[in-house]
């Protein structure tokens, strides 16, 4: 039995805003049932009283100082941006036009 | 006269540093090099010869001046692409930033060019770093210069690939899951993956962030070190870098060099052999365990138990990570943007975009990450994948009680042919089959050339615990002096010119 149908992937897609095409949504939900039937080999190992690791190492939350220092250039990350404009990003738009 | 291309990093420098070569002819030499061979390799993504020629004149300019210079001061290096370079591109192997100019430089770049050492470009790399041969780049595979036919390894493939062909001495990659270590191992050279939080993370396009560690590639045991000690050592923009000093690993590949590891214990993985290893592979590592018994170590077999299970815990966390970090990825503040037509909304353009600008691996880890976080099968996936991380930890930290070291093959084959595995995922992924455990604790871990198996370089991993690299740089030190003994001359002295 698959563990993962066409529908499924279509909808992980979406979720993730990827425009798959129907030829990578063939390729992908045959790839990705056999990818979720091998990794699920993880749910052997009994690990019901294991602790989760997230982090390998000890990780502890780190603060600095609230003062001002240097930041990057305004104009130099917006000549890195797909488009700018008046001294700040331009998005495409996100609301719907007014009725 | 000496062809500069074939010195290594510290000889090199010292040359440098003595004012016998000039840090300008060594960059010439090197750029030179990329010219002749680059077509067949394709190690580069971005040559940049002003700028190397530029940072080269400098340290010619300091030395004139009487400065004393570092012990990499005017050595060539070739940068991976995941690493950001102020007014460098920087693309992570992917369309979705190509073109893009960082306007910073990350840490490791910083010191690197703090050091004097001189970048000569930005390496190839599986499209971020996601991939074990280089053939999930946008931009094309690099090749392995023993058999240009041949995967140099990935995700540093392109930095593999430039260190092995003489285009540059040095090499920084990153490793995930294994992204120094095979490449360095199928490629004849020497790679190491720091401890977890022993290189500053600031700077690196991220993939899986509680994985992620940058590391050198080079030709020796030492010069590694060497890069090591330059971009190693704690930074505050990382939050995960660890406060400590940086091993003295130069120390400790020094003291290797004298091939005597007397009193060291090693411990040999059991479940790192085994199905799906080449037997050649199998005999060069069983060559080199009894060349460790040699030099004066004791040799014991140790179980690891859940190492079997690293593969299944690593392809549903390392996807996981990467669909959460590739959502910077919104055709908003860099690079691609498809479909702004001002009719389109916000989420159109950012599908239509993402789908444009990732490749095929990439978009198959961000649905599996997607899936594994999804509720309903987080626990059984994501959840109980964490708990196997915890557990494969709890493995070493057993061996470790027993032995100072822990050794494996650092690939279960050598160099396999371009085209071999890209239709089938596992297959593929399956080539990180040893080095994944130490990439799930956080443990050192370096891969050091021990033999040959039909013809092709297959590499030695020596892991040790946390914090404890320089145990690393020892054995490995031993171990190259060791072959060269027995060889009479390098590994990679072997590879055929090209």
Not at chain 1, 48 to 66: E, G, K, M, Q, Y
Not at chain 2, 352 to 380: M, N
Not at chain 2, 426 to 446: Q, W
Request: include cysteine.
């Amino acid at each position: 039995m698959a563990s993962i149908s066409r529908e499924e992937v279509a909808h992980l897609a979406r979720l993730a805003r990827l425009a798959v095409t129907d030829a990578e949504l063939d390729v992908f939900a045959g790839q990705l049932d056999i990818i979720i039937g091998s990794v699920a080999r993880v749910g052997e190992v009994a690990a019901d009283d294991i602790p989760p690791t997230s982090h390998a190492l000890p990780v502890t939350n780190v603060l600095r100082p609230d003062e001002l220092g240097p930041s990057l250039a305004r104009d130099e990350v917006l000549a890195a941006a797909p488009a700018a404009e008046d001294g700040r990003f331009r998005v495409p738009r996100i609301l719907d036009d007014p009725e | 006269m000496t062809d500069v291309t074939r010195m290594d990093a510290a000889a090199l420098g010292a040359e440098i540093a003595s004012g016998h070569l000039s840090a300008v002819e060594v960059t010439r030499a090197h750029l030179d090099r990329i010219g002749a061979v680059d077509d067949k390799v394709r190690a580069f993504l971005h040559v940049d010869a002003a700028g190397a020629l530029a940072a080269a004149g400098a340290v010619d300019e300091r030395r004139a001046a009487g400065e004393e210079l570092g012990p990499l001061a005017g050595v060539p290096l070739a940068m991976k692409d995941v690493v950001v370079t102020r007014g460098l591109p920087s693309t992570s192997g992917s369309k979705i930033l190509q073109g893009w100019v960082p306007p910073y430089d990350a840490t490791v770049t910083q010191r690197v060019r703090a050091a004097g050492i001189v970048m000569l470009g930005k390496t190839n790399m599986d499209e971020f770093a996601m991939g074990s041969s280089t053939e999930n780049s946008a931009y094309g595979p690099s090749h392995n210069p023993w058999d240009l036919d041949r995967i140099p390894g990935g995700s540093s493939g392109g930095s593999s690939a430039a260190v092995s062909a003489y285009e540059a001495p040095l090499g920084i990659g990153t490793d995930t899951g294994g992204s120094i270590r095979q490449p360095a191992a199928v490629t004849g050279l020497v790679g190491h993956k720091p401890t977890y939080g022993g290189v500053s993370r600031y700077g690196l396009i991220a993939f899986s962030s509680s994985l992620d560690q940058a590391g050198p590639l080079s030709r020796t045991v030492l010069d590694a070190a060497l890069l090591h000690e330059v971009i190693g050592g704690h930074d505050p923009a990382d939050s995960t870098s660890i406060d400590a000093p940086v091993p003295a690993v130069v120390a400790a590949a020094r003291d290797g060099a004298r091939a005597d590891l007397s009193g060291l214990r090693i411990g040999v993985v059991q479940e790192l052999s085994g199905d799906g290893y080449e037997s050649g592979v199998l005999d060069r590592f069983s060559d080199a365990v009894r060349l460790l018994t040699e030099l004066g170590a004791t040799i014991t077999e140790v179980s690891c138990p859940h190492f079997g299970y690293a593969l299944p815990a690593y392809y549903l966390i390392a996807p996981s990570e990467c669909s959460s970090n590739l959502a910077r990825f919104d055709a908003v503040r860099y690079g691609l943007r498809v479909g702004d037509d001002g009719v389109r909304g916000l989420e159109e353009v950012m599908s239509l975009t993402r789908e444009a600008g990732f490749g095929a691996e990439v978009k198959r880890r961000i649905i599996l990450g997607t899936y594994a976080l999804s509720s309903g099968y987080y626990d059984a996936y994501y959840g109980q994948a964490q708990k196997v991380r915890t557990l494969i930890s709890r493995d070493f930290a057993a061996g470790f009680k027993t032995c100072d070291v822990l050794v494996s093959p650092t690939t279960p084959t050598v160099a396999f042919p371009l085209g071999a595995r890209v239709d089938d995922p596992m297959a593929m992924y399956a080539a990180d089959l040893c080095t994944l455990p130490a990439s799930l604790a956080g443990t050192p871990a370096i891969s050091v050339p021990c033999g040959l198996s039909e013809g092709l370089p297959v590499g030695l991993q020596v892991m040790a615990p946390a914090l404890a690299d320089d145990r690393c740089y020892r054995v490995a030190a031993a171990v190259e002096a060791a072959v060269a003994g027995r060889d009479g001359q390098p590994i990679l002295a072997a590879a055929p010119s090209l």
